[in-house]
């Protein structure tokens, strides 16, 4: 079957994709010690500028809530801004296209990371079933502390700041990263978020937090320019809801009222225990542009985009080894393969792998 409608260009909100070939956020821990972008990554993110859109890595919205080895990015200071301004200039230089995914890790933060900060939840539900790399090596994830009501305001205005730098840096846009178990998600999900209040209960109080920040970060950057990524049946992180298709919907139908560029979503879990349908309820309450997520094959997306179902589709783990996926897809044969791990800080080989038209063939 014909897989050529990926390769045709597509309008996301204010952006124009010349392919639907979207790479997925991929945490990859090479920045500094102070969560600044290093000069490798520029290099990373400019092997990949022939996707439609590069979606850059879960990056801190505010200090003190590291989650990976304490060396993700952030976007809250003036040399973090300099440091993806480097990189961004290097996507755009290439001609391509580049959002940030502004996140919050919540729960999944440890005080080890943070300068002995307790993480922050909306309950104090732990994760328990994973640990989490630490200097001291890997350790239980930590009991949260469950934030506070009159809290909820410093955690808008973290991410409307992050928004704010996101645009100084040069970005073409930023992704609300309600998705994996992060801060957003577990407000959303019944499962970590045992709340009264204005913040907890019905599902229209637990999607309040992630609409109020989808919300400010438009105000920052106009709807055209902001996604929104969710992972209803996702159970990485200790996550579980008790009616994924309900939620889907409800958030669905609040973003598409809200005209934002893009709804990301990711259709089904990393261990393959929650199941169901999530790209229909959210394909029939949202009326934008609906990316599609996770273990999609060139063919498969081609046809959700023929189909009408999808907008484009985003790609995770190929994008590990494969930088220049859009040109690979063409021939699914030679795609190289690569671990689909976090990368531990200072490895640097996969991203240099030799760009597959100057040496075909090449395995990692
Ligand atoms: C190494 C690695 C790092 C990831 N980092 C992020 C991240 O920072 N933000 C995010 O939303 N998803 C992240 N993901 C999930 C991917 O973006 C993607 O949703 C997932 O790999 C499923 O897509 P795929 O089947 O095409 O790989 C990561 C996945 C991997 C393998």
């Known amino acids: 079957m014909s897989i050529a409608s990926l390769f045709t260009p597509v ?48 990056t801190m919205a505010m200090e003190g809530n590291s989650a990976f080895q304490g060396r993700e990015p952030g976007i809250y200071s003036a040399a973090q801004i300099a440091g ?39 309950s104090p539900l732990r994760i328990e079933n994973d640990e989490i790399y630490t200097p001291e090596g890997k350790k239980p994830y930590e009991m949260p502390r469950e934030l506070r009501d009159d809290e909820i305001p410093d955690i808008i205005a973290g991410f409307v700041h992050a928004a704010k730098c996101a645009q100084a840096a040069g970005f073409d846009g930023v992704e609300v990263h309600g998705a994996n178990g992060y801060l957003l998600d577990q407000f959303l999900r019944s499962g970590s978020n045992r709340r009264t209040g204005p913040y907890g209960g019905p599902l229209e109080n637990r999607a309040k937090l992630l609409l109020e920040v989808t ?8 709807a055209g320019r902001v996604a929104v990524r969710i992972s209803p049946l996702n159970s990485y992180n200790f996550m579980k809801d008790g009616d994924p298709v309900g939620l889907t ?116």
């Open 215 to 222: 919300d400010a970060v438009i105000g920052v950057w106009g």
């Open 84 to 122: 993806w301004k480097v990189v961004t200039d290097a996507v755009h230089a290439k001609g391509g296209r580049i959002m940030l995914q502004i996140w919050h890790g919540g729960r999944a933060c440890h005080s080890l990371l943070n300068n002995g900060r307790q993480p922050v939840a909306p």
């Open 249 to 364: 919907t409800y958030v669905a139908g609040q973003l598409s009222r809200r005209k934002i560029a893009f709804l990301d979503l990711m259709r089904a879990d990393f261990f393959g225990q929650q199941k169901g349908d999530v790209v229909t309820p959210a394909r029939e309450h949202f009326a934008g542009p609906l990316v599609g997520n996770m273990g999609y094959t060139a063919a498969e997306a081609a046809a959700a985009i023929d189909a009408g179902t999808l907008a484009a589709v985003s790609f995770g783990h190929h994008y590990v080894s494969n930088p220049d996926l859009v040109e690979v897809q063409a021939r699914p044969d030679s795609r190289r393969t690569g671990p689909k791990d976090f990368l531990q800080p200072g490895s640097e080989r996969l991203h240099r792998l030799p760009v597959f038209g100057r040496l075909m063939g090449l395995r990692t």
């Open 11 to 58: 309008a996301l909100g204010d952006l124009r994709l010349p392919n639907r070939v979207i790479m997925s956020s991929l945490t990859r821990c090479r920045a500094d010690a102070e969560h600044i972008p290093t000069p490798l990554m520029a290099e990373y993110y400019a092997q990949r500028a022939s996707a439609g859109l590069v979606m850059a890595e879960a």
